[in-house]
């Protein structure tokens, strides 16, 4: 059993990288470039939390940069899109609400994603 730093990941290590955009949609090319932003960041693995906010697992700051440069060779010619990074430790404390009463069911997890 392997017990070194390199084959384990803690909730430290492990980063979920949320993408959040405003993209102009006004003119059918618009609409066609963030269809073609939203479905890029789908087949990267990108989850959809709200229709212009989405998110993803990375398993360490490399493959979070290296994602984040893949997102920048396919970002739209116009609009603006955020990237924020935080660890697996942080992002567990996130709050979900549906209306006014919190979701407890919902607890976002690493297992969700495969």
């Not at 789908?42 to 490399?62: E, I, N, P, T, W």
């Not at 994602?67 to 609009?79: A, D, S």
């Given at each position: ?75 739209p ?12 430790k ?25």
């Amino acid at each position: 059993m392997l017990h070194d730093r390199e084959s384990w990941l803690s909730g430290y290590d492990i980063l979920w990288m949320l993408v959040m955009f405003d993209l102009p949609v006004v003119e059918k090319s618009d609409r066609k470039a963030a269809t073609q932003f939203r479905n890029f960041l789908l087949d990267q693995g990108f989850a959809m939390a709200q229709f212009s906010v989405y998110y993803r697992m990375v398993s360490g700051k490399d493959r979070g940069q290296s994602m984040e440069q893949k997102i920048q060779r396919n970002l739209p010619e116009y609009g603006s899109v955020q990237i924020v990074s935080v660890t697996d430790k942080q992002y567990e404390n996130i709050k979900l609400f549906k209306g006014k009463k919190r979701d407890s069911h919902e607890k976002h997890s690493q297992l969700l994603l495969f």
